[in-house]
């Protein structure tokens, strides 16, 4: 079944605690991209990596690191995680180019305290 | 600035109505549109994506239009039933290596 995967699903952790959340796809999708998810802002983007070892930032990069190191993975990195970073967060990724569908993960919500 | 935004933000419709759900935009210079149903606990489902040179594209009881021009974008859903319930988005590309995303109408299907 064509997806992507995020984990954890869930997670509460403490202010100044590195985390980090994986995302996977098995479509062979050379785009991914990261989003948080706000009451009343609507669907962010964080980062978005166009290849492997290519990446760059969204509307919203500050607090947060991510890689692409294999095409599949994406993991998305809270090196010091702070109160305001308390979101909802998505995965998404697509073929490369101006005219496919983006699959979105499952979803992360991640609070810190 | 290049904007996307769904009025209302919620809607109840006794089941067995059709009903629209309306998106606009600020850019009519789009790659495509997609239409997406959330969950609550879930993630997000793709619905149906159309292409800047398409007018509509259909999936069983759902019909999205797209008129450039205008800026505007409908969801049409037909014989709403209850688990239809749902919180609908609306997300363009602008060609700015994102999806610029409305904030959603809230759909609530009555029995």
């Known amino acids: 079944e064509a997806q992507v995967t995020q984990n954890p699903r869930y997670l509460i952790t403490v202010t100044g605690k590195k985390l980090t959340v994986t995302c996977s796809q098995n479509m062979n999708h050379e785009y991914m991209s990261w989003y948080r998810q706000d009451p009343g802002l609507g669907l962010r983007q964080i980062y978005y990596?166009?290849?492997?070892?290519?990446?760059d930032k969204g509307d919203v990069p500050e607090g947060y690191k991510v890689s692409r190191k294999e095409k599949r993975n994406f993991p998305l990195i809270l090196e010091s995680p702070s109160p305001n970073q308390t979101s909802l967060y998505f995965c998404?990724?697509?073929?490369?180019?101006?005219?496919?569908?983006?699959?979105f993960g499952q979803g992360t919500r991640l609070t810190v305290v | 600035k290049q904007e996307v935004t769904q009025i209302p933000a919620a809607l109840s419709v006794p089941e067995g109505e059709n009903l629209v759900l309306n998106c606009s935009f600020t850019d009519s210079a789009i790659y495509n549109l997609q239409w997406f149903r959330q969950d609550p606990g879930k993630g997000l489902t793709s619905l149906l994506l159309?292409?800047?040179?398409?007018r509509e594209q259909t999936s069983g009881r759902l019909n999205a239009s797209l008129d450039k021009s205008s800026g505007r974008s409908t969801l049409y859903i037909a014989a709403s039933q209850p688990g239809d319930s749902a919180t609908y988005l609306c997300a363009v590309d602008f060609g700015n290596e994102k999806l610029t995303f409305g904030t959603g109408t809230r759909l609530t299907i009555i029995p």
């Open positions: 990596s166009m290849n492997v070892e290519v990446t």
């Open positions: 159309i292409q800047s040179s398409q």
């Open positions: 998404a990724s697509s073929f490369a180019g101006r005219f496919t569908e983006a699959f």
